[in-house]
Every structure is written in C-alpha cells, then in structure tokens.
C-alpha cells in the first residue's frame, strides 16, 4: 500500500515537500515513482528512484523537484512551484524484475499506486 501526503494550496514560486508511505513492502528494494496528472490531462512521470537509488527526473522539473528515500518513506521536494505544477501527485511502485540499474518513468510499468494527494499552485 501506498499513502501520499503533503499536498495543498501554494502561490507560483513557493515550495511543498510531498511524501509518501508504504506500508506491506520493503520500500529501499524497489522503484518508486512520482507521477503527476494535470487537470484535463494523461498522468506523466515526474521523477523515480531506482532499487539501486538511481534518480532520474522528467525534463520539466529538472533542477526545481528532487526526490529522496528514507525506509519505506519517499520525499518530493518541490520548489519554484508553477501553475503547470497544478494536479494531482501519485506515488507509485514497479516491482521488477528490474534489466537495468535505471528506474523508469513509464505509467505502464508501475505495479500499485496511492490515490494522490492535490497540489493547487494559484494567485
């Protein structure tokens, strides 16, 4: 299982730290991904996190998002929020088995997902 938090209300420029929990699973032994799906739009990679703490981040959010990994907790730390950061974030896991060191931002890979958690970038 997977819970997201940490989403809310923020003005463009500000910042919200994103976490997610999972619980029935050993969390460092898998990838983790953050997706991201805007109003009105397909769900899209943001970042991941691979079984071997590979990172890997989608060109929209390089140098503004980084994520970490802490037990069976993982972190998405954004700032310079814009209003195309506005939707709905979902953690989720890809259990393998992995061909490569490299996480993947593919939707169709991932194996569970939370149910998100709502970030509002507005004036």
């Known amino acids: 299982r997977l819970v997201e938090s940490g989403g809310g209300l923020v003005t463009p420029g500000g910042s919200l730290r994103l976490s997610c929990v999972g619980s029935?699973?050993?969390?460092?032994?898998?990838?983790i991904a953050w997706f991201h799906q805007a109003p009105g739009k397909e769900r899209e990679g943001v970042s991941c996190?691979?079984?071997?703490?590979s990172l890997s981040y989608a060109d929209s959010v390089k140098g503004r998002f980084t994520m970490t990994r802490h037990g069976n907790t993982v972190e998405l730390q954004m700032d310079s929020l814009t209003f195309e950061d506005t939707g709905v974030y979902y953690c989720a896991v890809e259990f393998g088995p992995y061909t490569t060191h490299l996480c993947s931002l593919v939707r169709s890979v991932m194996n569970a997902w939370g149910e998100g958690t709502l970030v509002n970038v507005s004036a």
């Open positions: 029935g699973f050993t969390m460092p032994l898998y990838d």
């Open positions: 996190i691979s079984h071997a703490n």
